[in-house]
């Protein structure tokens, strides 16, 4: 059997017809940016997510510093932010001049701690950036509570976790302003870059808006100097379509963890992924964590069985970062879970037969 760790054909073979007929619908129409396509778009995510707005951009990283410009945040301020993240988390924040500053995971859920963000809070900090990791909403009601009593805006990072809840409302709906991405491998991806922003707050639309586009809410007025970041019409319509499925495929997800965790249960050497209590999860990813990762992923390479490690690297320990002199051992959680974790295949269309040969021969490796 060969099992790739990411499949599309279970989501988009069914839909092969209705996205060759946007692609025609799009080519046809001769509007190719800013058109009706990504209006409706727009309008159909944020009924979606349950905000007033969404605002198509070019993807999850411009959205987060699109947001943060929005907010004003730059040179000067600070930025909560998970330890443990994909460093597009951290990247937007120093992208606006601001310095992002971490706090460490609850190590069962990967999440940022809610109970170690006050002690990181400084007369600098100006907002808190809660990232819902695999796809599991963080502890916002916590958190937003921090927010409340130091006066912190929050900024969602939702790449990761279209449609999960916590105290059953749904993240990227919690903050001042939030951001998402629909890379292709997200749970709701285009066939192509694409990202969006949502948010309740007329005056952060309008700014967010204007800054995606040069700027200018006018054509060649501009009003101040943005960026051009615009998700172009081709991308809304596809990811219209998708959004229609999002959650059936959610769903999937849901129940296929569901199965990993029974059928992997009884391995001692495994630690299985973990909820917080009034939390939900999408499993963009479903990840294991284990002593043996590395010898484990190349057992399950050997015999045909795809994997990847989110993530091999910590931010802080990054190249990237080597000017904030870090030291190894400062975040231990963030570097133990990027020591230990392995993210299994787990995707729409992945069958259960194919799951249990995933756990069988993950139970062949610790038997040797
Ligand atoms: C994917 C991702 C991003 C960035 O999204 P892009 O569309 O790749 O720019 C940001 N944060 C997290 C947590 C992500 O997983």
């Known amino acids: 059997m060969n099992i790739p760790f990411l499949s599309f054909s279970g989501m988009h073979d069914p839909l092969k017809t209705e996205l060759s007929k946007v692609f025609e619908k799009v080519y046809d129409s001769h509007w190719y940016i800013m058109g009706n396509n990504l209006k409706e778009f727009e309008k159909n995510y944020s009924i979606y997510s349950k905000t007033k707005y969404s605002i198509g951009v070019a993807n999850g990283l411009d959205a987060l510093i699109i947001s943060l410009k929005a907010l004003n945040i730059g040179p000067g301020d600070e930025v909560i932010v998970p330890s443990n993240t994909y460093i597009a988390s951290w990247l937007s924040v120093s992208y606006t001049g601001a310095i992002p500053v971490p706090v460490e995971p609850i190590e069962a859920t990967f999440n940022i701690n809610p109970d170690l ?29 921090i927010a409340k009593k130091h006066n912190l805006f929050v900024v969602e990072d939702n790449a990761q976790s279209q449609g999960a809840r916590c105290n059953n409302k749904l993240t990227g709906s919690f903050g001042n302003i939030n951001a ?158 990027a020591n230990t974790s392995l993210s299994l295949p787990l995707y729409p269309g992945l069958k259960h037969s194919e799951l249990e040969f995933v756990a069988g021969t993950i139970r062949s490796f610790f038997k040797k």
């Open 180 to 337: 998402t991405s629909f890379y292709p491998g997200k749970n709701l991806g285009a066939l192509g870059d694409a990202g969006a922003i949502t948010t309740n707050s007329d005056e952060l639309y309008s700014k967010s808006n204007v800054i995606r586009n040069y700027g200018s809410e006018k054509k060649y007025y501009n009003e101040v100097k943005g960026i051009n970041s615009r998700l172009d019409e081709l991308q809304a319509a596809i990811l219209d379509v998708k959004l229609l499925h999002l959650n059936e495929w959610n769903s999937e997800r849901v129940e296929l963890a569901a199965k990993y965790n029974q059928v992997l249960s009884e391995i001692s050497e495994l630690t299985l992924p973990l909820l917080s209590p009034n939390c939900t999860h999408v499993y963009h990813l479903y990840v294991i964590r284990t002593k043996e990762r590395d010898a484990l992923q190349a057992y399950l390479a050997k015999h045909g069985i795809g994997t990847l490690i989110h993530y091999p690297i910590p931010p802080h320990l990054q190249k990237a970062y080597a000017e904030m002199n870090f030291k190894e051992g400062q975040f231990p959680i963030a570097e133990k879970i």
């Open 117 to 145: 963000i006050e002690s990181a809070i400084t007369n600098k900090t100006k907002a808190i950036m809660p990232v819902h990791l695999f796809g599991q909403a963080c502890e916002m009601d916590k958190i937003m509570t």
